[in-house]
């Protein structure tokens, strides 16, 4: 049970379909990708990618990404680091809650503190799931503000985007992830494949 809980009289609901059937059916685990790196790096469009082989090839697979999940769930949320907090402690159980209903869940999220992405994992290892990957997408801070598909580097250099990782805010990198896909020297289609594999090895059924 979560230490910050505040709700009072609440009494969890126990599935009558486990996770093990959930599995069964889908033909392979559930579990969470969580891709972590820059903007820039190319978290967004590898996910998507990814999202998109898997299920061509019959994945049950969904992406978390940061800016879809503002436009909704975390639209009241802005980016002060209690905020960032925030943002990723709430994807976490989202993600947590898709991996046990045996989704493989890819989230898309900069994440930039270790401290959150621990809260992440232990949210999805809660029930004892160790299904949890962290994926460092790495591009250094130059590859990604050439790249500058949104123009945010642009922004932040001028002063108009307070609190930007890497500029203005901490980007701390992972120290032991699971997975590293290097996008700063490698093609689209040679990293998603590198992580298409890597699903096929670590979600396939015991």
């Known amino acids: 049970m979560p230490a910050n ?3 009072t009289n609440v009494t969890r609901v126990e599935h009558h379909i486990n996770r093990s059937e959930r599995e069964r059916r889908n033909g392979h685990c559930g579990g969470v990708l969580w891709f972590t790196g ?10 998507i990618e990814t999202e998109d082989r898997l299920f061509q090839e019959g994945y049950q697979v969904y992406v ?4 879809n999940l503002r436009h909704g769930l975390n639209s009241d949320l802005g980016f002060s680091p209690e905020d960032r907090a925030e943002n990723i402690r709430r994807v976490g159980e989202v993600a947590a809650l ?7 869940t890819i989230s898309a999220f900069i994440s930039p503190y270790q401290s959150d992405r621990k809260k992440a994992r ?10 949890f990957h962290e994926v460092f997408i790495k591009a250094d801070l130059e590859t990604c503000e050439n790249r500058d598909p949104k123009g945010l580097y642009y922004k932040a250099r001028q002063g108009e985007i307070p609190d930007f990782t890497g500029i203005s805010a901490p980007y701390e990198v992972p120290v032991s992830p699971e997975l590293i896909i290097d996008s700063a020297s490698n093609g689209v289609d040679v990293c998603v494949k590198e992580l298409v594999d890597y699903v096929k090895c670590h979600f396939a059924l015991p």
């Open 5 to 7: 809980l505040k709700s």
């Open 98 to 104: 898709l991996a046990r209903a045996g989704f493989i």
């Open 38 to 47: 820059l903007s820039g790096a190319g978290k967004s469009t590898l996910a």
């Open 122 to 131: 232990s949210a999805a290892e809660r029930e004892g799931d160790t299904r």
């Open 64 to 67: 978390l990404d940061g800016d």
